[in-house]
């Protein structure tokens, strides 16, 4: 019973058949029908003209993303638990040439203006202190708390007032959106991202991302970039397959609704355990090592996590889009029972 | 009738098959169990102990592979038509942070010592002048010619003498290794290469290639720059599936005997139109835009190449492991009829 | 009055003097005979065989010294508001090809093996995570603050159990030697220093500082370094002969002490204003913007620096080995009046 | 007696003399008198508004200037023998993290719209070619040859129409303008050209070039990247003292003009021996090997050179701003008794 990660998951039945449709002989890389379809399927989606680019992971669309928007002698303002600050290897330092990552603090692993004030505030506007260009925000978070349109709006505000680009990692934005409710165009281009990672691999696809570009020029750009670093693919349809698969209809959000389920009815069980309002597919609890022990003992799968403070233990739960509702009873029932 | 391109073939039914039976939930990235299979896959495949790492594209397995011979400060000699030259993006410049590529010549896209040593004889030992760390060949080459052993050992000689390490593209190794019917170890690390890069893309595969490491040391280095670049998939089972399929039985000769079979079928038909020796799956043949537009018209797709002089026009055929005998026979008899 | 930085003094005669008798011509770069004393004009001064090779600026000399410590896809520790991460226009992130700056915490901007396990201890050796491979700390630090050949040694002695290089920023190095009266080589090369940027600019020359590797291997790659980031000046024998200028006598120490005597005489007048010890030439001092302003009315420049927690402002006071001594009193005995 | 660079030569009395009226505390890094003066003086030689930054060496100049002309996934297009491509140690992938140095031909080392398009017209418009983002050319060329105005601004024209920087690198300026006659604008802005790497250091200055911008906008990055580099030097006055020395008065055109002259003297007496036609202050000649090694023996220095086909030798005679004339007499005299 495995709820160490959604990468784990299996591949959802419609992508492979998508995958599988692909198999008829059509143009290499992304000149193909399919990769063709992507910019379109895209804007219908999000309800304005953009441009989607398909990239194998999200580390990938993440600093493509960003190198696009900052130069190497520039930084990106994030949170201080970031995925691009803490589990990419230094894939920003990377793409983007040596710009530096910028740390805010903010609960649950989300920024502020406030926050994000504090950090630009003390740099002053010389050639000695590294200049921000863009910040960068997780929706879902690191924690799986999820920014509110409002909330992104704010910030978005303050990177149009600043000239910042403003990029969104979307690994978990399926699960985001199924629990905010509202359009995707409501905490994207309209509340001032300029680019969002939109992840299916999480969601039941295979090794497929989007970058979705509501900007003119940044996906001229990462074309070029994407191509430089390895990521076009020569037979480019399965990629688009996967990703079209996902949002031509309803799937990304289906599978989002389903794995936020899965982590409700978790955190149900939870109690004063939880370290996290649980508002996407991940659960945050304080297990001592003893009850992590006895939970691995009745074999449920997960990931150990630093304690909070005066906790002798933590644990991450992660459900996916086919967490099995028998694992998911079974593993509620074992945390109510410790 | 498609000759344009052995990227744009379908995969194999035996890869189908394997990446859908990787579909059990397994460790992510490269912690499962198909994935840590592939150092004694190819161990047993190349006679050798060596280490072998999945990523996506060709592109990203040259230049990782190139990144951990040759420091930013340092140069690759490789031929003028390398695909690494002109056909990456800029990708060496940018997995090695901006070394060069030192273009040597030599006839269809081979490099001999000879030609090597022209490039390196007027380089002064000094730091005015980029030093090379590497050479890089193509097997089989970018016109589809293959080196013998001999000639691999030459240059591993050569590279063994300066220090340097010995790059080898295998995007499409299959079609030489079925053409020179030897030992695969014969061509690699027994004629001193460092470092290949196993082609599977062209061969049937959909998205795998494995870097394939004769030197302890170079693999530690590649698995942080992997992951720096964004090609650790997440789901690496499925990468790692595909290569499996492809090497674990004789899948990847077959396919590339019936690649090199087409293509010797269609030369056969093009006598003195021929523009190189046809060794591998690519048929480079002298075609006027007249007769171009007369096969164009009987439904056959393939990309005109740059005339040699005298010749009005030129044109590449590409077969593949699925190329339909009945296509294969009809360019031939197109081809003779003109 | 001018008390805002050591970088401003003007250069010192022996120094002149020295760059004048360098004007015969010689060979270029560092082919010319002043050049080629450097090794051996170090090697003495610090009492083991070692290698230096001057450079314009200490952010280069830092930056290159790094660059050959640490590869693209790795990290260097240092304090947080270390030069190197503070103020160097993220020259670091440049030089090293992205690598990151992990920033330990302490007091003075002074590092210890505790802090900096703190920065280590966390991270897990896996390819997710950016790997350490130095740590840089900054003699006398950017508070003025010295270490002890012991501080220094217990750092070195972790850098040397984890296999990391163990770089000094010196820009200051003058001031610290002077403080500390012991043999030069105690703090640096028997305390476990693989290379120290040695500064010469703050102390009384021009344009010059120089890089003194004390691991065979390292110059070896720096050389190229230096070359490729624009830093072999082609009339190289002028840099030369400012460097000999400061070390072949005792102008070096004797200008850090005459620097470090009027920081004293300073300091000696601040009493409970005093932010930290004076161990060098500068004084951290808490002066409320008033006072900052009644200072500078009576001519006296500076510059003023965040204030501590409870206080209204603070500045920085930094001296130089040709502060004029009626100055020095004349702001030490203005503070006293305050 | 030396003819073998120009960069062995002393530095001017006036330089000297405008180094030590810089003296007196200023300002650090370029926030001093002198360096605010630089855009007005190089405005009032250039007859038009520009930006000028100090900086320590041609290959610092030639590469920050490129650096804000070039993305790291473009090209410049450059001469065979560019400094840039052979004698700057790689400096340009360095600092414009991996770009490409496209070569065309060109008698002399300089290079024509035709040699240009030459290497422009194979380049498709795809993501798998690296693009041309620049050219650059040498003024005088490696050879001592001299763009006319109306050359430079064929290339100018080229430039702008496919919307490329152009980038001359000056280091032999002064001697391309003492042996035209126009005024600086026609061969530079008025032409096209969009960054001068201004030479001062062959000329007669010590440790200091300027890189002018004549368009609006690359300063403003290559002020980061300067520091960025560690090519903001914090006595920056005496950079600028040098520079000023050179342009607001005649001595930059003096000495290169001096230069010349010596040349001529010299190549007038090389008759057939001449390889290039000497237009500036470098005299490349056939010489054989005895031939060589007499004029060694006479005591004059100089270094080989490739020879031209068919002869059994070569060398390169420069003379500088103060080549004594009875020097280049001697050698005059020498040459043609041989």
Known sequence: MKFFSDNAA????????AMQAADAPDAAYDGDALSRRLDEAFSTLFGTECTAL????GTA?????LSAMVPPHGAVVCHREAHIEVDEGGAPGFFTHG?????ADGEGAKITPDAIAKVLDPIRNDVHQVQPHAISITQASEYGRVYTPAEVAAIGALAKARGFGLHMDGARFANAMAQLGCHPGDVT??????????GCVKNGGMGAEAIVFFEPGLADVVRYRRKRAGHLQSKGRYMAAQVLAMIEGDLWLENGRAANAAAQEIAAACGAR???????????????????AALHAQGFDFYDWPAPEGAAGAARLVTAWNSEPAHVLALARAIAAL
Chains 1, 2, 3, 4 share one sequence.
């Not at 669309?61 to 993303?65: H, W």
């Not at 939880?274 to 992590?292: D, G, I, K, T």
């Open 189 to 198: 281009w309209r509340a001032g991202v300029s680019a969002l990672t939109f």
């Open 99 to 103: 710009a530096k990552l910028l740390l």
């Open 10 to 17: 299996a591949v959802h039945p419609y992508v492979w058949e």
């Open 274 to 292: 939880l370290m996290h309002p649980v508002e996407a597919n991940e659960v945050f609890v304080v297990l001592s090592p003893a009850e992590q």
């Open 54 to 57: 398909w990239v194998a992971t």
């Open 61 to 65: 669309g993440n600093c493509l993303a």
